[in-house]
């Protein structure tokens, strides 16, 4: 199983936010661009970057350091891509794969041209509050069809919001439960705190998971963590 370390962008400043809230925002004092280089000297050879300010407005607004981070390492990101333009400027300069939610969910002749022209170079997004998909930065709850939209999809990144940034444990049923309903990878998000928390991932069957809290506050040593799930 690969592990993913998180680079969450607010205002150009890593942050995460506790169960996606802007109200519950914690701050760390560590240059992105830093920050990318530790992980990559620990082993990480893939980075998850989310533009948050995108995520809630539908505007990236951290492309400058986006563009940094993806001429030096391999990055997948995420937060606030809607359009056909914003996907090719961002594998323009080198992102790796591309993050959808909203835009993935509401808008299906979006949904259906992403996935004739970007197969392999798209991952969607399934953010769940209470065992429902959210959108818009995790702001407004949807019906959408799980099996509707991971179709012609490889990877789906699936988050548990609840679980966020609250060193929990991740849900292991709800990941289960996905898998169910598509033949994608599935990369697992929220709630990573500990090696155990890892294991069980890949034991539930995750190609990949998501970790940020955990080893921004030196909780998870990235390291060892990749030696384990190897």
């Not at 509707?148 to 919001?161: A, F, R």
Request: proline share 1%.
């Amino acid at each position: 199983m690969k592990i993913i370390p998180a680079i969450d962008l607010l205002n150009g400043k890593c942050v995460r936010l506790i169960q996606g809230s802007l109200s519950k925002e914690i701050d760390y004092v560590i240059d992105p661009i830093k920050l990318a280089e530790n992980y990559s000297k620990l082993g990480a050879d893939l980075l998850h970057v989310v533009d948050l300010n995108g995520a809630f407005s539908g505007n990236m607004q951290n492309f400058q350091i986006i563009s940094k981070l993806a001429s030096k390492y391999n990055i997948q990101v995420g937060g606030g891509v809607r359009s056909i333009e914003i996907i090719e400027k961002l594998l323009a300069i080198g992102v790796k794969k591309v993050v959808l939610g909203t835009a993935l969910i509401d808008n299906k002749e979006f949904a259906n041209e992403v996935k004739r022209k970007y197969s392999n170079k798209i991952i969607a997004a399934l953010d769940f509050r209470n065992g429902k998909i959210t959108t818009s930065g995790w702001t407004i709850t949807s019906d959408a069809d799980v099996y509707v939209i991971c179709d012609g999809i490889e990877e789906v990144l699936v988050t548990d919001i609840t679980k966020d940034g609250m060193l929990s444990g991740p849900n292991i049923e709800m990941i289960k439960s996905v898998q169910t309903k598509t033949n994608a990878r599935i990369i697992a998000s929220g709630g990573v705190s500990s090696v155990e928390d890892l294991i069980g991932l890949k034991k539930a069957g995750a190609y990949a998971a998501i970790v940020g809290r955990s080893l921004l506050e030196g909780k998870l040593n990235l390291s060892n963590a990749i030696k384990a799930v190897k």
